[in-house]
């Protein structure tokens, strides 16, 4: 019996050791995917692509000062962006709901108009300094509207790079 329970501890530590390497893999894995579905949710809300393509790249750094990071893909220089900005939430009305066993509940809960920090990251894409691309690499929906059957909405990337 002793031997048995030396054998389980000897087998389950390097799984259990193994499983905290997993644990953090799949929690850093379910975060990015976290992160590309929030940016992707926002696509209806930015509209900085078209508003910046054909534009000077100069025209862009004037504005947002310099880039953050610098790189090339496929021959083509690519300049990253990260700003963050203080924006006016507007109160909302939401709702929360739970499944507990068999029921369902939901909670209405009432948020207050403030002020909230919100940040977003560009790449930029240039050739011959003029803008070919603005892609947003990380993006939230910020509500702008009044709380109703339809709220109005925009992106961060909106707010801080748009024109």
């Keep these: 019996m002793r031997l048995l329970k030396k054998l389980v501890v000897v087998t ?54 310099a880039p953050t990071d610098r790189s090339v893909a496929g021959g083509a220089p690519v300049l990253t962006w990260q700003r ?3 924006v006016r939430i507007p109160a909302r009305t939401y709702d929360q709901t739970e499944y507990i066993g068999n029921m369902v509940l939901t909670k ?14 560009v790449a930029v894409t240039a050739k011959s300094g003029i803008i070919t691309r603005v892609k947003p690499l990380s993006d939230r929906v910020v509500p702008v509207g009044e709380d109703g059957f339809f709220p109005s909405n925009t992106s961060t990337c909106q707010i801080i790079f748009g024109l």
């Design 84 to 86: 963050s900005r203080m």
């Design 108 to 121: 209405r809960i009432f948020s207050p108009e403030h002020d909230q920090e919100v940040s977003c990251t």
């Design 12 to 65: 389950a530590l390097p799984m259990l050791l193994c499983g905290c390497g997993a644990a953090k893999s799949l929690q850093a894995g379910a975060a990015k995917l976290s992160d590309d579905l929030g940016t992707a949710l926002t696509a209806p809300y930015t509209k900085i692509d078209s508003q910046w393509r054909g534009k000077p790249i100069a025209k862009f750094e004037d504005k947002f000062g």
